[in-house]
């Protein structure tokens, strides 16, 4: 049986002005997987990633990290996890390089053998050159390659990445995707919350929802955009038309000469709506998703309420 | 960790300690070498000269031992308070508290960097005391405990202050209301028998007393208190703040919601 990269059991948290951020939250992330871990503003999601990572005591329930206790084998769980944390979390009057070596010796990794690490992944973040630099002076998008650069420094098991491309550039966004996906490729289990839906679309297997501190969804991405029963796709033309043509039942709707919506149920085909299209001689240039699919089920599972939607599937 | 492992921890804590203070010597090592040599100017040599001599030295020699101390006590405080609130207040407190680093090594860690600057400022300090004053120092290994020791009191106190500190106004508070009126009424300036009764039974209650004594007899050989009685005082005071900021770290107060 596979071990689990992390395993939790109904955790709760309930902060000492009374606040309970976390009600009861269960998850299982596979090792080696790409999971996401989303929610709404204020659902948990970074209690429970504190919790995990030691920077908040929990007030109950059980954590594992590759089958290691937090409660027993507290140090062993902290030197297999690597954080990325929301918020900045350095010190802005540090060099770079420094910040790295620093982190590498809270580990126990001799400054020599730090060294090495500091530049293997400044490089691969594109910060060797910034490395005499005080970290007060990179950019933010510099400043959350850093984060990436300190947390993988020890080389850790689990990479857990709160919001890592928020105020990213789409270039840089799209660099670290592809770092990402590299070192998850390489075997590093990789724990994702972000806002971006369609990154963890894009990224991720499996898919935990939290929201008021529970948890209302967890399985398997595909799994999950399987519910979604119906699809609308932009489908732009090559010449304009004045009208829509009759495509036997497909919901079309005209956005302007060259711009048709068209609602497809997943059971239909599209090879299906071109061919009719092409009998009306209307040539499709392209087409795209008018919507992220993972956004759409995620704003109707919110709409629609919570733990009821639970449906307890493991992926 | 293995115990080779916490030392590098150790020694990383340390010296990212003593260079944060290096780097801004300007602001940490230069103004007690400034106070210093005022006080020397306006207490020792101007009003000084009018008082004559206390246990049998100068007013000036006598001042010094004092005077050193403070300085270190200060500093110790000032390095560690500031060091670790700072760090709370940029969140990269997280950097260790997330690592698999005890919670005694981070301790010892921010402590051997406030005793690092006691000792950099009270070496210092003894520097511009020289130009005034030409003491001899009367017992090398009792000088040196009361120095170190009466650093790390203070380190883990400025510890302790601020982990419990919520806003940079809190890691003022203790300094100017308790930390400076202890030292001023520790014996600086004056020596106790020169006191009232009363108020030299009170004085006794002042734990730096024992401190600023103890030093004096290390560099002079005269104390208002017994040196033995001081060294015992101040260790146990060493063990109840280490004991309390342990517990402080491993129960994350301060320090985790």
Known sequence: MPTNALTIKALRKTYRNGTQALCGVDLDVKEGDFFALLGPNGAGKSTTIGIISSLVNKTSGSVQVFGHDLDTESATVRSLIGLVPQEYNFNIFEPVGEILINQAGFY???????????????????????????????????????????????????????????????????????????????????????????????????????????????????????????????????????????????????????????????????????????????????????????????????????????????? | MNFSQQLIAFNTIMVREFLRFIRIWIQTIIPPAITVALYFIIFGQLIGSQIGDIDGYRYMDYIVPGLILMAVITNSYANVVSSFFSAKFHKSIEEMIISPLPNYIILAGYISGGVARGVTVGITVTGVSMFFSDFQIHSLGITLAVFVLTSILFSTAGLINAAYARSFDDITIIPTFVLTPLTYLGGIFYSIKMLPEFWQTVSQGNPILYMINAFRYGLLGVSDINVTTALIIIIAFIVILFSFALRMLNRGIGIKP
């Open chain 1, 108 to 315: 126990g990794i001799s400054r020599h053998e730090a060294s090495q690490r500091a530049e293997k992944y400044l490089r691969k973040l594109e910060l060797w050159d910034k490395r005499f630099d005080m970290a007060k002076e990179l950019s933010g998008g510099m400043k959350r390659r850093l984060m990436i650069a300190r947390a993988l420094v020890h080389e850790p098991k689990l990479l857990i990445l709160d919001e890592p491309t928020a105020g990213v550039d789409i270039e840089i966004r799209h660099s670290m995707w592809e770092f990402m996906r590299e070192i998850n490729a390489n075997g590093t289990t990789i724990i994702l919350t972000t806002h971006y839906l369609e990154e963890a679309e894009s990224l991720c297997n499996n898919i935990a929802i939290i929201n008021k501190g529970v948890t209302i969804e967890h399985t398997s991405m595909r799994t999950l955009l399987d519910r979604l029963h119906i699809e609308t796709f932009i489908l732009y033309l090559e010449e304009g038309i004045s009208e829509l043509p009759v495509c036997g039942d497909y919901q079309l709707r005209l956005i302007d000469g060259n711009t048709i919506e068209a609602d497809i149920a997943h059971s239909r085909s599209l090879n299906e709506l071109y061919q009719m299209l092409s009998d009306c001689n209307i040539k499709v240039l392209s087409m795209r998703n008018k919507t992220n699919r993972l956004e759409q089920l995620f704003v109707s599972m919110m709409r629609n309420g919570n733990a009821d939607n639970y449906r307890g599937g493991r992926a």
